[in-house]
């Protein structure tokens, strides 16, 4: 079976290569730096941007964080169902 990703630079603006879950965690980064996190059920995600920086967004369900995201916080977290996009 061809493999459209063998061979192939990995990019920002392209498609990410997996989706992992995400468990809320004060404590324990993502395995994985996210490229953005899918939100199944709306609700505030506060996370630790790429920058280091703490962010709190309220999102809808089936939103999106178009943002770097290293951490998700599970303190202030009350959205669901949330995914990280990740490049390898």
Sequence with gaps: MHNPFDNRSLSLSGPARDYLPVVPSDAAPLSQVAVALYIETGGRVVFVSESG????????????????????????????????????
């Design 53 to 88: 920086f703490q962010r709190d967004v309220e999102v809808s369900d089936y939103g999106w964080i178009l943002c770097g995201v290293s951490r998700v916080l599970a303190t202030g977290t009350t959205a669901a169902g949330i995914h990280a996009m990740v490049m390898n």
